[in-house]
């Protein structure tokens, strides 16, 4: 079955210390998106990436960073300089942009930091 | 800046009611327009994508409106059941140099009760 593979679901860390999250698709979609999601808020865009080997910044980039080394990953490294990292994030993945770019998302991760 | 708002943000009804929720944006020069469906704990689910050229969307017991110069997207859901209870986002998709962008409401939750 084609999707969107999100792990850890859960995730604890202690203050000071990186994570990784990891995401996988198999849906040969081109570009793959991470979102934050807190509660009482909107999804917010962190990083997204259009292609293989490049990526942007979305609106709350700092204190995460994301590698785009093959079409199916994109993983998202939440480093010790994200002060709110307590959040649910999502990784998403589009076809192709410019076409009809219909969204798709995985079962989220919740990370906790104690 | 784009800014989308859902009314209302949480509703209760019993069973077998037909709805409709709202969702209005401030900037209509869009593409497109999803609405995703949220379990508690889960990722979103697509339900509808409304291109900007179209009206309306249907699916099974969903249908979806866009009114793009009004800057406004309804969903309707006909005959709800107590497994329609979740949490309902749209999200429009606009374009800024290049760069294709979903923005997020916070939703409205529902509950239908049995």
């Known amino acids: 079955d084609g999707g969107i593979t999100q792990s850890p679901k859960y995730l604890f860390r202690k203050e000071g210390q990186n994570v990784t999250l990891s995401c996988e698709q198999n849906?040969?979609?081109?570009?793959m998106y991470w979102y934050r999601q807190d509660p009482g808020q909107g999804l917010r865009l962190i990083y997204y990436s259009q292609i293989v080997n490049d990526f942007q910044k979305g609106d709350i980039a700092e204190g995460y960073s994301v590698s785009r080394e093959k079409k199916e990953s994109f993983p998202l490294t939440v480093t010790s300089a994200q002060k709110n990292p307590t959040a649910f994030y999502l990784c998403?993945?589009?076809?192709?942009?410019?076409?009809?770019?219909?969204?798709?998302f995985g079962e989220g991760s919740r990370l906790t930091v104690l | 800046k784009q800014e989308v708002t859902q009314i209302p943000a949480a509703l209760s009804v019993p069973e077998g009611e037909n709805l409709v929720l709202n969702c209005s944006f401030t900037d209509s020069a869009i593409y497109n327009l999803q609405w995703f469906r949220q379990d508690p704990g889960k990722g979103l689910t697509s339900l509808l994508l409304i291109q900007s050229s179209q009206r309306e969307q249907t699916s099974g017991r969903l249908n979806a409106s866009l009114d793009k110069s009004s800057g406004r997207s309804t969903l309707y859901i006909a005959a709800s059941q107590p497994g329609d209870s979740a949490t309902y986002l749209c999200a429009p998709r606009g374009s800024t140099s290049g760069t294709y962008k979903y923005i997020f409401g916070t939703g409205t939750r529902l509950k239908v009760l049995a």
């Open positions: 849906l040969n979609h081109d570009a």
């Open positions: 998403a993945s589009m076809f192709r942009p410019a076409n009809t770019g219909e969204l798709f």
